[in-house]
């Protein structure tokens, strides 16, 4: 008669290989957000931008015009006004432009907001350069608090031929309610 019980060493080994299995998936999933980010990076999927803070050492294209447009959006759980002061701009690639947004906090509370940016079309987003953005780092705002938002950028002279319009995005979330699911 044969013995179908499993022997402790075949027991062992199976929770060793599980027990592998289960660290390297952890590890993958661990190393997918920082992968994907430098995906982004590199391809600007996603409508990422180059964040580098980086100098203009070319000549501005006086001869070139393109058109930024700006476009502000809240999350269902951002209780703020938000909104760019001007619409749209009409810029030289190669030379630095300032604009500014505005936002006010109508929580009734402080809170902590954040823009996550999204630039269009696709094939613009790696030379949409923005040196100072106020969408790098968590915004704090006491009760009422209203206040500008700067935004410093150029429009990188290589730019593709066919690009004359940018749409610069950003979606203005407050980080307190989206976290706690408040409404």
Known sequence: MKNDTPSPLNNLKLIGGLLVLVVGMFGFGFALV???DV???ITGFGGRTNTETVAVEE???LNREIRVEFVTTLNSYAQFEFAADVPSMVVNPGKMYYATFTAKNLTGGTTIAQAVPSVAPTAAASHFIKIECFCFENQEFLVDEQRPLPLQFYVDPELPEYVDTITLQYTFFDNVRAANNVR
Request: proline content about 22%; overall charge negative.
């Open 39 to 41: 995906f982004c990076e």
């Open 59 to 61: 000549a501005p294209d």
């Open 34 to 36: 920082p992968l994907y």
